[in-house]
T-cell receptor, first 115, second 112 residues
C-alpha cells in the first residue's frame, strides 16, 4: 500500500447505527486530518492530530468521535448521525504541522450516506 | 476570517484551448497557497504550493502564479485528461493545526 488509504470506500447507515471509518498513511507522516466534503460546499476541516494528540476540533458535533492510536492510523467513529451528515469524508496526512513544504496528502475518501 | 473564492465555478474548454482559473483570497498573513486537483470520487491530489507574491510554479501543462490578493492556475493547450475539479486553499500564518481554508473549486471539462 502507498500513500493514504481509507476504508470502507462506501458506507450506508441508518441514523441509529454505529460505524467507524478507518484511515492509514504509509508516508511516515506525523500529522493526520479528517475533512468533510459536502455537495456544493468547500472542504471543511474537522479534526487535526499531531503525534497522536488532537490539536484541533473545528466545532464538530459530538456524534463524530475521532481516535488516533498511533501516527499511522486515524479513525472516525460515527453514531446517531443525521441525513445531513451524508458526505465524502476525507483523511489527509502531512509531515508535521509546522514549517514549509508541509503539504497535506489526501486519501480517496469514504462516501457516507445516512438514511 | 480567512476566505477563498474561486472563479469560474465551471469551465468548458476545447482541447488545446488555453485558459486560466482564478483564486482570490483574504487571509491574515499568508503562510502558503495550495492548488489541488480532484477527480470524481477521489481525494484531492496535491499540485503546487506558493509562498510569496511573484512566485510561479509549473507542472506539465499547468502553471500557478501568486499575487498579494489572488492566484491563477493557467492551463496551456489542455487535453481531455486535464478534466477535473481544481481546488485552491490558503494557510494563514497563525493557522492552528496547519489548517487549510478551501475555495469551492473550479470544474474543468476539456472536450476532444
Amino acid at each position: 500500500e502507498t500513500g493514504v488509504t481509507q476504508t470502507p470506500r462506501h458506507l450506508v447507515m441508518g441514523m441509529t447505527n454505529k460505524k467507524s471509518l478507518k484511515c492509514e498513511q504509509h508516508l511516515g507522516h506525523n500529522a493526520m486530518y479528517w475533512y468533510k466534503q459536502s455537495a456544493k460546499k468547500p472542504l471543511e476541516l474537522m479534526f487535526v492530530y499531531s503525534l497522536e494528540e488532537r490539536v484541533e476540533n473545528n466545532s464538530v458535533p459530538s456524534r463524530f468521535s475521532p481516535e488516533c492510536p498511533n501516527s499511522s492510523h486515524l479513525f472516525l467513529h460515527l453514531h446517531t448521525l443525521q441525513p445531513e451528515d451524508s458526505a465524502l469524508y476525507l483523511c489527509a496526512s502531512s509531515q508535521s504541522l509546522a514549517g514549509v513544504d508541509n503539504e497535506q496528502f489526501f486519501g480517496p475518501g469514504t462516501r457516507l450516506t445516512v438514511l | 476570517e480567512d476566505q477563498v473564492t474561486q472563479s469560474p465555478e465551471a469551465l468548458r474548454l476545447q482541447e488545446g484551448e488555453s485558459s486560466s482559473l482564478n483564486c482570490s483570497y483574504t487571509v491574515s498573513g499568508l503562510r502558503g497557497l495550495f492548488w489541488y486537483r480532484q477527480d470524481p470520487g477521489k481525494g484531492p491530489e496535491f499540485l503546487f504550493t506558493l509562498y510569496s507574491a511573484g512566485e510561479e510554479k509549473e507542472k506539465e501543462r499547468l502553471k500557478a502564479t501568486l499575487t498579494k490578493k489572488e492566484s491563477f492556475l493557467h492551463i496551456t493547450a489542455p487535453k481531455p485528461e486535464d478534466s477535473a475539479t481544481y481546488l485552491c486553499a490558503v494557510q494563514a500564518g497563525k493557522a492552528a493545526g496547519n489548517k487549510l481554508t478551501f475555495g469551492g473549486g473550479t470544474r474543468v471539462l476539456v472536450k476532444p
